[in-house]
């Protein structure tokens, strides 16, 4: 019983004097009030309950400034981006045992090599999989026959399917439980990262392992995935002693080449396959697609003019297309171009952006001599910057037409930051783009999508986005009412 009492105290003594060296041992002011441990948490408070709001202050009295946050288990300051997503979803506990993935995120180039410079040719697979996706989510649809559908389920779904036709090709894609595992996954990882982020560092070895599901997540993986990951790897060895190089349009060939030799296991492949599917192509690309299907029915006066590029493009009769159109005839649709972007800036930028940890054993020094110590993480504001009418003219007014013709929709600025913004910005945003103008091309030239705001919100307004910490979400209360049109007509989704 003494040494347990002993342990407390020793426990409870470092962690205060951790707190009161970060706090005392830096010259950055902090925002709110916090810089005093009982104003810290109900400071912390604000910032989980309403981070649009405390976001929103900083940039009002500091724009150019430098300041600190309070944020569980760390502070924040307002300024490696792979460190700062190891950081959120503490990926050594929750997803691997080592930090190999982030010492080392060869995924994150084997993404690029698969999804972003050869885009035409996984094209014909990713079209496929967005019609076949698309009629199977509606198949319940018939002659004036409605049922009610989470927008977000249905984002899920279709973000998934084709997500996995890409990165593991068929049949897997197809396989309801993979579908279901993908889907659950992101949250899954930062609930749980949220959870190791609370328990000291020093304690992390010994206790981190009971609430990280770090066996569960990557035994279900490669319990999945083995087979195909198998397979991928002796063709790949086969091509490598043959000096013939594999053709496949997946991420998992871009893996095999990317990985040394000797990592080449199932279990690197299913954690970085795992990661690859969590943040990136999953996570904001199911929040970009309920988004737009949000504005397609808040702004529909926008839908003739995208639904005629989609038809001129897509030239379907009947569900089944005549051919897969190239990335260069996509990017020829620029009512659908502007809307994505515009939709993006408006519900794709989080209270916080631009997420960065600081790696250099010294810290990072500002042009302006601000010292950011070792280990923290900074950010700017986010939606703050993106309605600053200083920005953008009428910044809070869904405009599509404000964008320029040479504004893309996968690119970025400082004032756009979606995909964050220079060196490492997000290399998957090609492809992203690409799968959410097929998805919303042919949903919109297939469906009749019309608002039905005030069914479940008694404003009759459109569900407000919710916040977790400094993440963004479309509401998840938004349902789609999905029915057959009479013959000949488009079917219809009605959001409400």
């Known amino acids: 019983m003494a040494n347990l009492t002993l342990i407390l105290l020793y426990t409870g003594a470092v962690t205060i004097l951790s707190y009161l060296k970060g706090i005392w041992s830096t010259v950055i002011p902090a925002h709110g009030g916090a810089d005093w441990p009982f104003a810290y948490y109900f400071v912390a408070l604000r910032v989980i309950l309403r981070p649009q709001h405390f976001f929103a202050s900083i ?8 300041v600190r946050i309070p944020a569980p288990g760390a502070w924040d300051n307002v300024l490696s981006f792979n460190s700062a997503v190891d950081q959120m979803f503490q990926s050594r506990w929750t997803l691997h045992g080592s930090r190999s993935v982030f010492e ?15 885009l035409d040719r996984c094209m014909p697979d990713l079209y496929d999989e967005v019609v076949h996706a698309c009629e199977e989510a509606f198949s319940a649809m018939g002659e004036d026959k409605w049922r009610s559908v989470d927008a977000t389920t249905l984002s899920h779904f279709l973000v998934a399917r084709t997500n996995n036709r890409v990165f593991v090709g068929l049949p897997f894609c197809r396989d309801p439980q993979y579908t279901a595992h993908t889907i ?27 609430v990280s599901g770090q066996q569960r997540e990557l035994g279900a993986a490669i319990a999945f995935l083995r087979p195909i990951l198998e397979q991928h790897a002796e063709q790949h060895r086969q091509s490598q002693e043959s000096g013939n190089p594999t053709v496949d349009r997946d991420l998992i060939t871009s893996l095999l080449d990317a990985l040394p030799a000797d990592e080449r296991t199932v279990e690197e492949l299913a954690v970085r396959i795992m990661l690859t599917n969590t943040l990136p192509a999953t996570f904001n690309t199911n929040n970009a697609l309920t988004a737009l299907l949000y504005d397609l029915a808040d702004y529909p006066e926008y839908i003739p003019a995208i639904r005629a590029e989609a038809h001129r493009l897509l030239r379907t009769r009947a569900g089944a297309a005549v051919s897969a159109p190239t990335k260069a005839e996509l990017d020829s649709m620029p ?11 408006l519900n794709g930028t989080s209270a916080g952006a631009l997420f960065r940890r600081v790696v250099a054993p010294n810290g990072f020094v500002f042009s302006d001599g601000v010292h950011i110590p070792h280990g923290a993480v900074i950010c700017v504001p986010g939606m703050a910057s993106v309605t600053d009418n200083a920005n953008y ?9 404000r964008s320029t013709a040479g504004a893309r929709a996968a690119s970025t600025s400082l004032t756009h930051l979606t995909f964050g913004h220079g060196r490492q910005a ?16 042919y949903i919109v030239l297939h469906f009749d999508i019309r608002p039905g705001w005030g069914d479940g919100d008694e404003d009759g307004k459109r569900p407000k986005d919710v916040f977790l910490r400094f993440l963004r979400f479309p509401s998840m209360a938004g349902k789609c009412w999905c029915g057959g049109g ?6 219809r989704i009605v959001l409400v």
């Open 59 to 66: 940039y009002a009295s500091t724009a150019d400034a430098v």
């Open 104 to 118: 080392h995120p060869i995924h994150l180039a084997a993404m690029s090599k698969a999804l972003g410079r050869n």
């Open 184 to 210: 659950g996954l992101p949250s899954r990882l930062f609930v749980r990262g949220s959870l190791v982020r609370m328990i000291p560092e020093f304690l992390r070895p010994y206790l981190a392992r009971f």
């Open 335 to 345: 009512h659908l171009e502007r809307f994505i972007r515009e939709s993006q800036r």
């Open 393 to 401: 003219a009428d910044a809070s007014t869904f405009n599509p037409y």
């Open 426 to 441: 997000c290399p998957g945003r090609f492809f992203t783009v690409v799968q959410l103008k097929l998805l919303l091309a």
């Open 486 to 491: 009479r013959s000949g007509l488009p079917r």
